[in-house]
């Protein structure tokens, strides 16, 4: 009879289940968590080893490019008018292309093609948004038969593109004054229904009460309507002669004459911040071009897409 050998503790201890204590088991779940999953262009760690993902590059398209855009797009673009606006000009027959009149919506203009509009050649313009800091004594007008100081002096030098203020702010007001040639911005925000922010530092000839306060938000009646502030408070670090404003109305001196119906005159008006952006780093009486972000949140704020699609 043949005698089974006994098991050597080697071959026990190899037969033998694992034991996994709490340790290795957090050893484990740290290992499979350090996988961050597929992050292109950086390492990405799975236990010890790391590994490098990359996009694959794309293969060149043989479709051609459609340098056309439409005919509404391009008289916006020379700053006529808005998109829709341009549509009406289109079927009144207004607007030629190589000296041949254009009904048709929807028409598309080459990049070679001459285009008039009532006998004056137009040229497609890039998009301009400039930021001014205004002084006082500058009025808002593109040119002044009194040949007083106008806004225009003071941003002629920005680009070649003529571009037009968003807006007005009266000669004794200082701050911010935004001027773009895009015609479909343009009306978005200086339309009432686009309740676009503005907030303003109002200094008055005396402390303003806290009832003044609530007076403004609360709304004032005035000689052509009802007016009032989104928000009204006073400023850290300076006397209550001196408050923030803060309203989307963008009714004629409107500022003023709420003061004035609340027995106040206004000393200085500043304006600090319109539709999101502020003069921060523009000394007054100079400009700036706004960034990319900046004009995105212009067109978030309008509802107009950044870039067109059509």
Do not use: W
């Amino acid at each position: 009879m043949r005698s089974e050998r006994p098991k050597s503790k080697r071959g026990a201890s190899r037969n033998a289940p694992k034991k996994r204590n709490s340790s290795d088991n957090q050893d484990s779940h740290a290992k499979k968590s350090s996988y961050k999953g597929k992050d292109d262009g950086k390492a990405a760690e799975f236990g010890n080893k790391k590994f490098t993902y990359k996009k694959k590059p794309k293969k060149l398209s043989d479709k051609p490019i459609d340098d056309t855009i439409r005919l509404n797009r391009f008289l916006a673009n020379a700053g006529i008018c808005s998109r829709r606006e341009a549509d009406k000009l289109i079927e009144t027959g207004v607007v030629s292309i190589n000296n041949k009149v254009v009904t048709e919506l929807g028409t598309k203009v080459n990049p070679t093609d001459v285009v008039h509009y009532g006998g004056m050649l137009l040229q497609s313009q890039k998009k301009q948004y400039v930021l001014l800091n205004k002084p006082k004594n500058y009025i808002t007008t593109m040119d002044d038969p009194e040949e007083r100081q106008t806004v225009m002096e003071l941003v002629s030098k920005a680009c070649k593109e003529r571009v037009y203020p968003v807006g007005r702010l009266d000669r004794a007001t200082s701050g911010l004054l935004l001027f773009t040639n895009d015609g479909d911005m343009t009306k978005r925000l200086t339309h009432p229904s686009g309740k676009v922010k503005k907030i303003y530092h109002v200094t008055v000839d005396k402390n303003v009460t806290q009832k003044d306060l609530i007076a403004l938000v609360d709304g004032v009646q005035l000689e052509d309507g009802p007016a009032g502030a989104d928000k009204a408070f006073y400023l850290a670090d300076t006397s209550k002669a001196t408050i923030s404003i803060e309203l989307h109305s963008g009714r004629n001196r409107i500022i003023r004459r709420m003061m004035e119906h609340l027995g106040y005159k206004v000393t200085k008006l500043d304006r600090v911040q319109f539709a999101g952006l502020t003069k921060k780093d523009i000394p007054r009486g100079r400009f700036r071009h706004l960034s990319e972000k900046e004009i995105g949140l212009l067109h978030r704020i309008c509802g107009l897409i950044p870039q067109d699609t059509e």
